[in-house]
């Protein structure tokens, strides 16, 4: 098992980024722009 711990640590950083990366999607949104008559100062 110690042979192949490059393999291992290669798994673990394909896990970690997807896990990254899925809850980077899942997250709302922000908008970007205002909605106009919110009160903001921008409209």
């Known amino acids: 098992m110690?042979?192949?711990w490059q393999t291992l640590a290669a798994?673990?950083?394909v896990?970690?980024?997807t896990t990254?990366?899925?809850v980077w999607l899942a997250r709302p949104?922000?908008?970007s722009s205002?909605?106009?008559g919110?009160?903001?100062g921008k409209s």
């Open 2 to 4: 110690l042979e192949h």
């Open 11 to 13: 798994a673990g950083v």
């Open 15 to 17: 896990a970690l980024t």
């Open 20 to 22: 990254i990366f899925l």
């Open 29 to 31: 949104k922000k908008k």
């Open 34 to 36: 205002c909605g106009k």
């Open 38 to 40: 919110c009160g903001c």
